[in-house]
């Protein structure tokens, strides 16, 4: 049972251009949802988060939507340069903070110069 | 500031062999954890510890797979013996606290290939 799903496996966006992710998640329960990006041959790394009681955060170049109705969330990356390409992966965790995140299966994205 | 240290890169075994990954978290972080993540997946949490306590074990495939963290501080993760399944990439984070709101920092991740 996939409780965070990215649905898109891939996007590829021009330059200058705004690229968005999506993200759709199942358990109600989730209150607090993040972002990490991952270059090959590296880990993660933490983009930006938002909590449920937020329905946007802006950071820079990068800002994260929820929709608490609809189970989604997505990011927007503007302008979108070819340093962005990656893997990005949305992660989501609970009101019980056990501190698990559970990650969605990630979305390649490609900038092209 | 020194990242998450991982240990090794790169391991191909043969299966039924036993394999070890190493983790050094960031200094000062109490919580540490253990993520699989297969080809074409998100990472997967195998097992966190609070200190030397491990908090949350339920994803961890307790007939092959064990794990330690020692005096709080570094930590090992062991297979043995390994199956070809277990082929991934073997993520280690930590975080300060261990509350799922506040940033997990990733290390490198261990390559493993089982043949």
């Known amino acids: 049972d996939q409780q965070v799903k990215q649905n898109s496996p891939s996007l590829s966006v021009q330059e200058g251009r705004i690229s968005i992710l999506n993200c759709d998640y199942t358990?109600?329960?989730?209150?607090?949802f993040l972002w990490y990006k991952k270059y090959p041959a590296e880990g993660p790394t933490f983009l930006i988060s938002?909590?449920?009681?937020?329905d946007k955060n802006e950071d820079g170049r990068f800002t994260v939507f929820l929709n608490k109705s609809a189970k989604h969330l997505s990011l927007h990356i503007v302008p979108s340069q070819p340093g962005d390409s990656a893997v990005y992966f949305c992660?989501?965790?609970?009101?019980?903070?056990?501190?698990?995140?559970?990650f969605g299966q990630g979305t390649t994205l490609q900038v092209k110069p | 500031e020194a990242g998450v240290v991982q240990s090794p890169r790169y391991k191909i075994i043969e299966k039924k062999q036993p394999v070890a990954f190493w983790c050094n978290p960031i200094?000062?972080?109490?919580?540490l954890y253990w993520y699989r993540q297969n080809l074409g997946q998100g990472p997967e949490l195998l097992i966190r510890?609070?200190?030397?306590?491990?908090?949350?074990d339920s994803q961890l495939p307790k007939d092959r797979f064990s794990a330690e963290r020692l005096k709080g501080v570094d930590s090992t993760l062991k297979i043995q013996p390994a199956e070809l399944g277990d082929s991934a990439v073997y993520l280690c984070?930590?975080?300060?606290f261990g509350t799922g709101k506040e940033t997990q920092y990733f290390g490198p991740g261990t390559r493993l290939l089982v043949l």
């Open positions: 510890y609070e200190n030397e306590e491990a908090v949350d």
């Open positions: 938002i909590s449920s009681i937020k």
């Open positions: 200094s000062g972080h109490n919580t």
């Open positions: 984070a930590s975080s300060l």
């Open positions: 358990n109600s329960m989730f209150d607090y």
């Open positions: 992660a989501a965790s609970g009101s019980s903070n056990t501190g698990k995140l559970i």
